[in-house]
């Protein structure tokens, strides 16, 4: 038997994701015991060959690995404060900050199991194929242990020993995330105005977001050296701009909060004496609360 077939899974937590975890599992030959809250979304799985664990310490006796995918940290604690850890290497890939991370790590240690941390960059349908990209943090070893078995579930990424790594690059990817399809509302609202819609826009917008992507790793240099010379744009011809983004949003009666609060960022910034510098200087204002 080749090794995959021989390294057994245990799942806890058979929701959306869950189920799309312990099917790859399942598809990848691994032997797959699960658990759930309600039985009864383990029927497809066990039709697929998977073992429904009667209770989660019988789940987590099966294999020296057990990947948790719940709701919260909340529910996670809940679900095995009862349960004895001892020797399992924990993977949770249920979504949280970084201090939830690190103090569940303490948590787990303290009984026992090795604790990894992980956040999936992905949407179920994704799970089991390389596009999933799947971030993890913890100790390097209680990874290497098990990448063969994890990379069943997509591409392994790990970030470090911190184990609030992967869930802080989560809610880092969340800002990205957000403040791009913002952004692209704001536009998509403006252009309405002038009987533009959505579709006809978002080719622009996306090259946009595609052009200023391309500015990070010169712009992170910056950040690094902690020298922002202005190599293409002074901030203070940037707020120009934003002054029109203002103008124009309130003109055409559309919401200009966010061109508001980009704004009043790079005043503060200009107060401080920075306006004849890159706009990456503005790392400062969001190093520090408002
Ligand atoms: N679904 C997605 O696309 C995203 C992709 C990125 C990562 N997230 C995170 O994955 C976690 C689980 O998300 P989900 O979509 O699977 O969520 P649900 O379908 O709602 O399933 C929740 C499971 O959690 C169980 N559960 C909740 N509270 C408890 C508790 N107190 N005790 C025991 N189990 C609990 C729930 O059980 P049941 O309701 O089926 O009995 C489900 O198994 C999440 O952090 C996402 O942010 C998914």
């Known amino acids: 038997m080749d090794k995959k077939t021989e390294t057994s899974v245990a799942v806890i937590g058979l929701g959306l994701m869950g189920q799309a975890l312990a099917g790859a599992f399942l598809k990848a030959g691994h032997p797959t015991t699960v658990w759930n809250r309600t039985a009864a979304k383990a029927d497809k799985l066990v039709a697929e060959g998977a073992r429904l664990a009667p209770t989660i310490g019988e789940a987590l006796a099966t294999s020296s690995l ?4 719940l709701t919260d940290y909340d529910a996670v604690r809940e679900l095995l404060d009862a349960t004895d850890l001892e020797g399992t290497t924990l993977v949770n890939l249920t979504s949280g900050d970084s201090t939830q991370a690190r103090e569940a790590a303490l948590w787990a240690e303290k009984r026992g199991a090795r604790y990894l941390d992980g956040a999936i960059m992905a949407l179920p349908p994704a799970i089991g194929t390389d596009e999933a990209v799947i971030l993890h943090s913890g100790p390097e070893s209680d990874l290497e242990a098990h990448r063969s078995t994890l990379e069943a579930l997509g591409t392994i990424s790990y970030l470090g020993a911190d184990h609030g790594l992967a869930s802080l690059y989560d809610v880092a990817g969340l800002a990205m995330m957000w403040s791009v399809l913002n952004a ?8 309405r105005t002038a009987g533009v819609d959505a579709a006809t826009y978002a080719p622009f917008a996306q090259q946009m977001a595609v052009g200023v992507a391309g500015w990070l790793p010169g712009y992170a240099e910056q950040i690094d050296k ?4 202005a190599e293409t744009s002074a901030l203070a011809t940037d707020v120009r701009a934003m002054t029109h983004l203002i103008e124009e949003s309130e003109t055409l009666g559309v919401n200009a909060e966010l ?6 960022i790079a005043d503060r910034s200009i107060a401080a004496g920075h306006g004849g510098e890159q706009y990456p200087v503005l790392i400062e204002e969001f190093s520090k609360p408002a």
Do not use: E, R, V, Y
């Open 226 to 229: 902690g020298s922002f010379t």
């Open 184 to 191: 692209w509302l704001q536009g998509t609202a403006m252009l």
């Open 66 to 69: 057990t990947i948790i995918c």
């Open 259 to 264: 061109p508001k609060l980009f704004k009043a």
